[in-house]
Structures are given as structure tokens and as C-alpha cells.
């Protein structure tokens, strides 16, 4: 059994690698390279996969995890600069991808019923990502 | 190949396990356990694996498919209250858990064209649960 | 300018008309009148009409339309049974058209910047009400 | 008859009156001050009012409003960080409000058949503004 | 008080006035003008104004209300060539405006609580229109 | 990590098998089968798995993923007939199922960081397919 909770954010972000120059990061992201930045409201989806607890009936207590959602992740990122404000993106390039391996890395040790299975995370209608704890260490 | 329908249904429910005192399930289910009850608009999505037949180009008739869930679940949960009015949940504390799972058993020998896959539960946009059929038996 | 807030509530509701007989309440009512009652994810958009405020640039902070919003409205309903739990509501039988009245009633007042123009609530995404403020006599 | 468009641009905002001091700034954005900004996902839905054109069987091509909307707004702003990179937003703090009104001063003048009836612009799915071009003077 | 119902159907249509020659309708209907055609998922919502009568706290049941909207147009239209097997549409070029102002002929007779208030047709989330009932005899 | 794009596309389209007869087909896909055909609102997502590329952040970059949507699937079938205007669709019955597998075809070879994952192919809300490259031989 799978359960998921969603949340929202906003945020602004640059898709920017410092380890290269003006033209490559320009060619590589394009307007998301702009140097004002720009921003989203992010959707984030975490998914618990367990068995259910036959007392309670649930996988996680979906209110819990939403509560460990906020205090590991959209508290520390809603409202934010994923640039420059957020002590665990620090040195991170702010791609989908780069947010949804950080945040499980936040999130994972904080579940305790159940274990995580799997992180959405939607920049827009448009694009999204979603991350199941593959590769870590590559 | 994956097909999947999805219908809506609004129904009254409230979580609670008798086996329990009032304290312990109001500590566990917070206001999902207030005396009146509360409600949802459900969206219930069955998904349906199986090969493409040659001749219909499909695995299974998605209006069949709707059929079959109207009249193993929407006809009987839509507009009643879950803890009192729906014979196969008698004595299941409607959790979305507990609910995806009652209707996995409702729904899986009905479905002859392809097998059943999935079972995704929808409560709310900020909660939702998908089952596989995994672990009946537990 | 008209500003707009909305927020979100579930919540079980029965309609019934206790001055008429159960042959009346279900002919009128159908399915909506099942004794055991249903609920809803309820939409709730509030929205004002004022001048843009010079010095702050807003008709009305929506950050405090939403707590003023929560406050008289949400925190007492969500969660909850609207024909038993909520002492505003007693006495309403409560379709859509009798609960937009009755909050606007609990928000006019509150509303000091600005003035309440709207309240527009959608109990599915098939079923919507909008309330301007007309007919409170009547 | 009313006939609409609707596009999305992705930017950066941050509140902040320059007339007034930090603490006055953030007692009245809170966290819509924060010094790094954030950002939305915005809707944009421009509404032309006029009669049917006989020969066209419409009010205004949509397909000419959208490049109209994309030539004059979004093109713009998209990417953009509203309060340093767009030239006809110079000077005005970003609420949705201030955003409405300047759209509009971009957008009016370019419809020339119908007229423009209405802006909504929406920065998150809580918070939307509505502008029919009232009190442009004030 | 203003009441709402919402349906969906999924039609196929092309944009073309015969009055014209192949040229002008390729220039002012571009894509839409293709020859085979193609289709939308249509959003159909109606209004209704009216008083809510006090002992039924409606002003119109929103499930009589819909079974109009299937009778008098979603079972006409649904999965059909707008252009080519709707009686009430014949002759008409079936844009979105046209279709809004010969649906409200088709309902305005029929309803008899309240009265039509507004006609909202959406024929992608990029384009809607919305119609009064102004203009019918120009 | 899994990385998708999601676009749409208007078409138009009609069920039917030419090897069997109109009563068979009739039988099969009913109002699908109605002769002048219908048609949807398309949601298309694509999605690419893959490692994150270390310089870039990213999968592979959505907006080249979103060009080779464009160029090999929507702007191929945006605004035609499904049935009548696509060559890479000629001689099959345009199911949803027949769509996503043929859409495979066109895009595997096309996608050269990462590899396709699975296609998603929306014709309504209620009716969606997922593929992921099985049976293809079958």
C-alpha cells in the first residue's frame, strides 16, 4: 500500500553551474538561466510505502507526515530563494531533479512508520520529476 | 499496457475503532474522529493491465470498465455515509487504506479482461493512497 | 479590483426539511436526502472589492482574508457534520444556497478594508453557488 | 458575449514599498518581503467583450489575442524577476494587484476588436485578482 | 443568488464559413479549418439566477438542472460532428461563440425555477467564452 | 530518476475496425463509433528515465524533450483527424491504447539521454492509458 500527501510551495530559483561560463550556462538552460531568476509554485508529492497498521487502519497518519513534510522541507523552502536561502541546497544547481534528490535525503530518516517510496515534485503543469531513491551515491 | 477510469463519488465518513477508548481515537485521528462525521468528494481510479486485443484495439472497454465500478462501488457508497449505509464495509473503519482494499476485493473477480492493477484513492488533493493488491492476506 | 481567497474545507452534510414529511424531503431531495447522510470537499472563494491601497499596493492582505476566512468560517466547519456541529448553521437546512448566505452573514462584517463582494462555493466540481450579498431580506 | 485567453509565465517577485522601512515592509508583506524572493506558476486570462462578427463567427480570434498577450505581457515577464527585469513594471512594487493594472495599461490599447473587459491573474491556486479597468486615474 | 452545473462532452468540429472561398477560411481559421477536422472536450457550465425558495433552500436542483443540460444539449452533442449531425446547429459555423448563443436558445425555455443567467463554454483550457444572452436579435 | 513533459493537442477521431461490420462495430465502441466521429482535448506526457547528468542537473533537458514531442507527435496530430490526416497512424483504429503504442514508436529513437520510460495518454479525465514499451512484438 502506497500513501502519498501533497503539498505546495513558491519559490524563485536560477538554473545556474558556476564550474562553467556565462555562455555555456546560457546555452545549457536557456531562459532559466536568466540572472534575475525566476520562480514556481512547486507541488510536492511524498509517497510511504508500508503495510497497514491494522489498529489505526492507516500506512502513516498522513497528517503526520504532512507535519514532517513542513518541518524538513516547505517551511525551510517556501517563500524562498532555492539559490541562496536554504542551508541544505547550499552549492546545489536548483534543477527538479537536484530538489527531489536533497529533499529525500531530508526526508527519508524522518519516516519511521512505513519507508519512503517515492518523491513528485512539479515545477508546472508542464514539467515534473519524480525520484525513488535510486542512485544516490552515483 | 496500463488503462485506467475514473469516476467521482461524495460520501459521509468518520474514522474510529471500537476496539479502542474515545481517548486513544481521538489521539489518533484528531478531527477525523469528531462524532459527526465529515465527508468527501472521492475520485476513485481503477487501472486494468493487460495486452491490446487485435480486434477492439483495446484491453478492456473503458465503458465496461465504468460499468463495473458503478455497480461494485459508486452505486453503493455515493451519498452514504461509509461507517453505516454500505454492506461490505460493515465493521471496517473507513480509512482510504482499508477503503482501497475493500474495494480491490469488490472489484478484482469482476474485471475478466486483463487483471486489475491498481486501485488509486483520492480523499482530498492533499491526500491519497494506491493499492496493488499486495499483502490481502496480512 | 476585486481580490480573491480560497480555501478549502470537508465536511458531511444531509438535506432534510424537518416541516415537511420523509415522502417530501426525499422526493425533493433524492439521493442527497439518505438519512445517513454524505459530505464534500468544499471549495470556498471569498472575494472583496476595494481600491488598491497606495502604500501597500493590495485592496486587502489575502494572508489576513484567510485567517479572517478560517476564523469565522473554516476552523468551524471543516471537519465537522453542518446540519449537527455548527452553531451558525442551526436550524439551515444546508444546500449550497443556504450555507453561501449564511457565511456571507459571518463575513460581511469582519471585512474592514474593502467590501465582501462574493462568495462563490462549489461542493463538485459539477455543483456551484454565487452569492452577492442580494435577497438578505427577502 | 465574453470570450477569453489563457496563458501562464513563470517569475520572481519580492513585496517591498521603498518608501517605507524594513520593519514597515515586513509587518505588511511578512514573508512576501523575504530579501531573496520568490515566486508563481501565474495564470493570466484576458477577457475581450464585443458582438459576434457575422463572417467569423467570432468576437476576436483567440489564436490573435494569445499573440497579442504573449508579444505585449508574457514574453516579457516569463523567466523574468518582476521587480529589477521588466522595463513597464519599473518603480511598481509586484502584488497582483499593481501586475493587473499595469497589464492592463500594456494590453487595452492593443485590442481593437471588442474591447478589453477584464484581467484575472492568478499567483498561486489561493490567491487571484480580477481588474475590469475601474479607478485608473485614482 | 446564481447556481451552477457543469458538464463535459467530447465533440468533433471544423471552422468554416461556405460563404467564403478556401482562402479566406484558411486565413481566418487557420488550423482549425483542417479539412478532416478535429475535437475538444468540451466544459459546459450553466447558471441559473434566482431567489432561494425557502423550503426546498434552492434556487433550482442542480440535478434537474443537469438533466436539462443532457436533454436539450450534451446528449445532442456528445461524441457527434458538431459541424455535421446536431439538428440545432445546422447551418451555424461552429465556433465557440456560436455554439454558446444556439445552446442558450436551446435552454433558456427550459428553465422554469430562477432564469438563465450565463452560458460558460469551454472548449480548451486556453479558450472560453461566456454569454449573457445579450445581442440575440443582432 | 524519472523526468516528464506534458503537452496537449485537439483531435479529432472515430472508433472502428474496417475488417468487421458496422453492427460489430457498433456493438464495440457504440457512440465512439458514431459516424462523423468526435474528438478530445489530448494530454500527452512523456517521460525519460535516466542518471541526473552531473554538469547539468538534469536528466535530460525538458524543453529538448518537449521539441521532439512537438516535432514527432504534436504538431503532427494538433487540429487533424486522427483517423484520416496522420501518416504514422495510417491503417490503425486510433484507441487510446493503438495512439500511445504508436506514439512509442515515433519517439523511442528520438530520445538519446536517458531512455523512455512511459508514455501517458489522457483522452478525458475519466479515460487514460499508461505504456512502457511491453509487447511490442505481440
Known sequence: ??????????????????????????RTFDK????GGHGHNYILQVSV???????SGMVIDLAKLKEIMRERIVD????????????FLGGINPTAENLARAF???????????SLYEIML????????VYRGEDEES
Open 1 to 26: 500500500m502506497i500513501v502519498s500527501a501533497r503539498l505546495t510551495f513558491s519559490a524563485a530559483h536560477r538554473l545556474d553551474n558556476p564550474k562553467f561560463d556565462a555562455e555555456w550556462n546560457r
Open 32 to 35: 532559466c538561466n536568466n540572472p
Open 49 to 55: 510505502r508500508g503495510k497497514i497498521d491494522p489498529e
Open 76 to 87: 525551510r523552502v517556501d517563500h524562498r530563494n532555492l539559490n541562496a536561502d536554504v542551508d
Open 104 to 114: 529525500w535525503q531530508q526526508l527519508a530518516p524522518a519516516i519511521t512508520q512505513g
Open 122 to 129: 512539479q515545477e508546472t503543469e508542464k514539467n515534473s520529476v
